[in-house]
Every structure is written in C-alpha cells, then in structure tokens.
T-cell receptor, first 112, second 117 residues
Framework: KAGVTQTPRYLIKTRGQQVTLSCSPI?????VSWYQQTPGQGLQFLFE???????NKGNFPGRFSGRQFSNSRSEMNVSTLELGDSALYLC???????????FGPGTRLLVL | DQQVKQNSPSLSVQEGRISILNCDYT??????FLWYKKYPAEGPTFLIS?????DKNEDGRFTVFLNKSAKHLSLHIVPSQPGDSAVYFC????????????????FGQGTILTVHP
C-alpha cells in the first residue's frame, strides 16, 4: 500500500503571498491531520479533517485553513504569509482519526 | 504549557547496548501513546504504540512501558544499532477537558539518539 504523499516537497514564497499544500492519505484512510514543525515550537497540531469536515483545530490564526475532498485528499492553505510561517508542514492519515497516524514526508516552506 | 515532555535532548549509546528514551506527560486524559522516529527533512515514522489500559507493548527490538501513576512512558531499544540514530518523539492522544481528541497528537520536543559502532 502506498504511503502518505505530499506535494510539493519544497516551496519558497515571499511575505504576503499565499500558499496551498496538498496531501494524499493512505488508501482507505479517511482522517487527515496537519502539523507544523519548527525548531522553536516542535510539532504542533493544526487541524484534522474527516469526511470533508473539520473535526478538530489547533491554536493557529485564521490565516491557516484547510479542506478535504470526497476522495479524502486534503489541502491546507496559508494566506498572507509571514516569516514565522517558515516550517516543515506534515500531514498524517489514519483510518478514523482515533488511532495510529502515519505521516507523509512533509513540505518544507521557506518564507522570505 | 507543555503537556508532553522529553527532558533529555540527546542520548548517546554504544552499538549492542540498550537505549532508553523517556517521556513524561501531565494530562491525565491522554489514553493512547506513540513513539515516532524521525530523520531530518522527513516525516516521522511510526515505531510502536501503547493504550492506557496496558503497561507494556513489545515489537521486535522495541518495547514501550507505561506507568500511569507516574505519568511516564519509556521506549527501550535492544540491541541498539547504528541505523537507530535519529530523533525520537513521543506523542499522546486524548481529550482535553471540554475538547475533542480527533486526529490530534501532542508531541514531546524529541530526543536525539546516537548509536556509536
């Protein structure tokens, strides 16, 4: 079974721009969670989607948003990018969102 | 408010010996715990998990112990191999008061394990 895939792997943007990241979960998994990893804050939970609905949300500003499609693929969007948004963005999938999560390779975002 | 803590930033072990990585948590609502291994610029790789109804789980060279009264878990790797060198994260899942736990893992800050040949 193929693992979680994320595109793009690397991205460079400038302040004020917006960015969209994509995640395809493991086949059959319906829950997709997003995390941000930075050297200072570690791995922080952004939000979780299940059956196209956001079920849980972390403590991030409204500039961070996401959605999930009927095939369980998910996208996250960050608007009005700030320098502090530079991070590794990870998505993880699980069957129902209550058990082990499997992570993708991440998207490295650099904001200049 | 860090609910999951890995107090040792790094650990150095000789090949063939035991590696013990520790993790403490403060939230008594956590009911499921996981260990992940991570290389730089890659996503975390799942290693082993344990439910709060158990106190031990084994999978090959990896064993996780859970002490609920002390709110402490540990990962034992025996024997340690140079390929085990990576950052190890413990993570916990469970509902905060009034909240939902769906899809949310709370991570520790990680421990860098170096296994010397």
């Amino acid at each position: 079974k193929a693992g979680v895939t994320q595109t793009p792997r690397y991205l460079i943007k400038t302040r004020g721009q917006q960015v969209t990241l994509s995640c395809s979960p493991i086949s059959g998994h319906r829950s997709v969670s997003w995390y941000q990893q930075t050297p200072g804050q570690g791995l922080q939970f952004l939000f979780e989607y299940f059956s196209e609905t956001q079920r849980n949300k972390g403590n991030f500003p409204g500039r961070f948003s996401g959605r999930q499609f009927s095939n369980s693929r998910s996208e996250m969007n960050v608007s009005t990018l700030e320098l502090g948004d530079s991070a590794l963005y990870l998505c993880a999938s699980s069957l129902l969102g209550v058990e082990t999560q499997y992570f993708g390779p991440g998207t490295r975002l650099l904001v200049l | 408010d860090q609910q999951v803590k890995q107090n040792s930033p790094s650990l150095s072990v000789q090949e063939g010996r035991i590696s013990i990585l520790n993790c403490d948590y403060t939230n008594s609502m956590f009911d499921y715990f996981l260990w992940y291994k991570k290389y730089p610029a890659e996503g975390p790789t799942f290693l082993i998990s344990i439910s709060s109804i158990k106190d031990k789980n084994e999978d090959g060279r990896f064993t996780v112990f859970l002490n609920k009264s002390a709110k402490h878990l540990s990962l034992h790797i025996v024997p340690s191999q140079p390929g085990d060198s990576a950052v190890y994260f413990c993570a916990a899942k469970g509902a905060n008061a009034g909240g939902t736990s769906y899809g949310k893992l709370t991570f520790g800050q990680g421990t860098i394990l170096t296994v010397h040949p």
